[in-house]
């Protein structure tokens, strides 16, 4: 198994994240010992959904017997399991599935028995709405990502992550590209369709077509409506649905005592390159170096959401776009750095290139700026330090604050 740099805190914690991000694999692998309840299966789903208060006869003990499987992170039958082995920590694959297990985790960290909760989730849309916001300070929140280059190390090659991406879902597979093409229309139909998300699925699948385009661009919610043939208050919908299964995310501007007008909207993404690549539609108008300059943009937003949520959000990821059009793909700002990025899909560094980091470092000579490219080497232009963007991805860990 590929070590992931994922720190888990000591107190009980929600862990978030898409499916095939490898949450449950990273959990058995690091908790052995912890007592698992999969949501995913049938009996248990059955079961905690018809009586949540199972969990708590699980925990504190009941006159039922329990028996394990030879599967030791199965549970099947409930009773004082954990009274009589010291065990304390118990992990809820899938909570969105029961969420009013909730109210009885709530209640059982209430009473302070050092009991520990893992609550993992693809989908925290159900939580909005039932019991997550009842746990607020008693229970962290925590997000899982795609594979970071930092943890592949030599398995990482930065040709294969822009066109599979690095969910480990589809990095393991014997058929990568396969499951990559699966994997969008998997979450249609499992969790879409199946929760009665959208009305109307068939435009939802053309929506996820149409905001492709926006994929590292300016989030214009009326053209996508217009390019889908909807309302933009459905567009908006279906965004804020990506967002609550963790599929895309959007990046504000920075905007911290600037001196020049910024743009408002803010730039979308897909979470992961290839994702973007599956559902991005190519045809003889399409530029090739278009879609894979937008993939390259996308993986270094994922690889610098991973980085800035493993160090527990003490950075945020932003990018810089003035009225006037000069544009930082992104721009990392908080209590450890001050980062102005610029991504570039050439072997080369032009002077053009720069222009808009210098204007950035301008006005915030403060900041540190790095300009990515498809070269091999290190070059120092002026105050840009100009990276080959594989080398950058690969020494980004949450491990350190510095580049290189």
Not at 1 to 8: A, D, G, V
Not at 41 to 58: C, M, T, V
Not at 212 to 230: I, K, M, P
Request: aromatic share 10%.
């Amino acid at each position: 198994m590929i070590p992931r740099l994922f720190i888990p805190p000591k107190q009980s914690f929600f862990l978030f994240g898409p499916r095939g991000t490898g949450k449950s694999t990273w959990l058995k692998a690091n908790m052995p010992d912890a007592v698992w309840i999969d949501l995913l299966e049938a009996d248990q789903f059955r079961s905690y959904s018809a009586r949540p208060e199972r969990l708590k006869e699980l925990v504190l003990g009941a006159n039922e017997s329990i028996r394990r499987t030879e599967n030791r992170h199965k549970i099947i039958a409930k009773g004082d399991f954990l009274a009589e082995t010291g065990k304390r920590i118990i992990v809820i694959d899938e909570i969105q599935k029961v969420p009013d297990l909730l109210s009885v985790v709530h209640s059982l960290i209430e009473k302070k028995l050092g009991f520990r909760f893992i609550l993992t989730g693809s989908s925290p849309r159900k939580l909005k709405k039932t019991g997550a916001d009842l746990l607020a300070g008693r229970v962290i929140k925590q997000a899982f990502y795609p594979f970071m280059a930092a943890e592949l190390g030599g398995k990482f090659n930065l040709t294969s992550a822009l066109k599979q991406g690095l969910l480990p879902l589809v990095f393991s597979a014997a058929s990568p590209d396969a499951v990559l093409r699966t994997y969008a229309s998997l979450y249609v139909r499992e969790e879409v369709q199946a929760e009665g998300l959208v009305r109307n699925i068939g435009n939802f699948s053309r929506f996820l077509e149409a905001v492709s385009f926006s994929h590292g661009s300016l989030l214009n919610t009326s053209n996508v409506a217009r390019d889908c043939e909807v309302e933009r208050k459905t567009v908006e919908a279906y965004i804020t649905i990506l967002e609550d299964l963790l599929l895309a995310y959007r990046i504000p501007v920075f905007s911290k005592k600037a001196k020049r007008v910024t743009v408002t909207h803010p730039k979308f993404y897909y979470f992961d390159a290839g994702v973007y690549r599956s559902l991005r539609p190519c045809g003889p108008l399409d530029r090739p170096e278009e879609i894979e300059g937008a993939a390259l943009e996308g993986l270094v937003a994922q690889h610098l959401t991973a980085w800035s949520s493993y160090r527990g959000e003490k950075n945020k990821v932003y990018f810089w776009r003035t009225a006037a059009g000069s544009e930082v793909d992104f721009v990392v700002y908080g209590e450890e750095v001050f980062w102005a990025i610029e991504v570039k899909n050439t072997s080369r560094v032009r002077p053009e290139d720069l222009r808009s980091l210098k204007s950035f470092k301008s006005e915030y000579p403060q900041s540190s700026a790095f300009l990515l490219y498809r070269g091999k080497e290190r070059l120092k232009k002026g105050n840009v330090l100009c990276i080959p963007c594989d080398e950058f991805l690969l020494h980004l860990s949450p491990e350190k604050i510095k580049i290189l």
